[in-house]
T-cell receptor, first 115, second 112 residues
Framework: DQQVKQNSPSLSVQEGRISILNCDYT??????FLWYKKYPAEGPTFLIS?????DKNEDGRFTVFLNKSAKHLSLHIVPSQPGDSAVYFC??????????????FGKGTKLSVIP | EAQVTQNPRYLITVTGKKLTVTCSQN?????MSWYRQDPGLGLRQIYY???????DKGDVPEGYKVSRKEKRNFPLILESPSPNQTSLYFC???????????FGSGTRLTVV
């Protein structure tokens, strides 16, 4: 059973416009959510996170919104730039005991920003 | 430079020939993990380790082994590789808790 779902495999956006990447989850026990960006031939890199007790976190052009009642989060990129073209993974962190957390990823969304 | 180093980057092997993919981190992270990335399936966790000598299964552990004898190293072992283990593998480490994870650059494994 997939606990973190990214239902859009791909998204195309014009440069300068807003990119909105969506993520749904089924496990209400997630404590944090993280977004990672992945370029081809590279490992994923951490982008932004949000605590489950918050509804918004902002970092420069990147903002993540969390709607707990809908079990939905979204990553907004404004303005989108060609360098943002990558695969974006949404991940949920859940406490696994002894001070550690488990990270579960969605399948990823490939964002293409068109110049 | 703080990093997670995986070796090799690319590997082609034959069915049944034991192999090890090494992973090393220089950040004194306690938590290390292995993921595989497959088209349409995203990143799936194979094994993780919360500290030295402590390992546990992730979502897809079948056909894999790991060990954590030292804090910095977390090798992934395929005792008898099969073609369905052809994939892109990533090692990741973290201080644990809610800190972001640092990923290695990946190992592309092909089993023929």
């Amino acid at each position: 059973d997939q606990q973190v779902k990214q239902n859009s495999p791909s998204l195309s956006v014009q440069e300068g416009r807003i990119s909105i990447l969506n993520c749904d989850y089924t496990n209400s026990m997630f404590d944090y959510f993280l977004w990672y960006k992945k370029y081809p031939a590279e490992g994923p890199t951490f982008l932004i996170s949000i605590s489950s007790i918050k509804d918004k976190n902002e970092d420069g052009r990147f903002t993540v919104f969390l709607n707990k009642s809908a079990k939905h989060l979204s990553l907004h990129i404004v303005p989108s730039q060609p360098g943002d073209s990558a695969v974006y993974f949404c991940g949920g962190l859940i406490y696994s005991g002894a001070g550690s957390y488990q990270l579960t990823f969605g399948k990823g969304t490939k964002l293409s920003v068109i110049p | 430079e703080a990093q997670v180093t995986q070796n090799p980057r690319y590997l082609i092997t034959v069915t049944g020939k034991k192999l090890t993919v090494t992973c090393s981190q220089n950040m004194n992270h306690e938590y290390m993990s292995w993921y595989r990335q497959d088209p349409g399936l995203g990143l799936r966790q194979i094994y993780y380790s919360m500290n030295v000598e402590v390992t546990d299964k992730g979502d897809v552990p079948e056909g894999y082994k790991v060990s954590r004898k030292e804090k910095r190293n977390f090798p992934l072992i395929l005792e008898s590789p099969s073609p369905n283990q052809t994939s892109l593998y990533f090692c990741a480490s973290s201080f644990g808790g809610t800190y972001g994870y640092t990923f290695g650059s990946g190992t592309r494994l092909t089993v023929v």
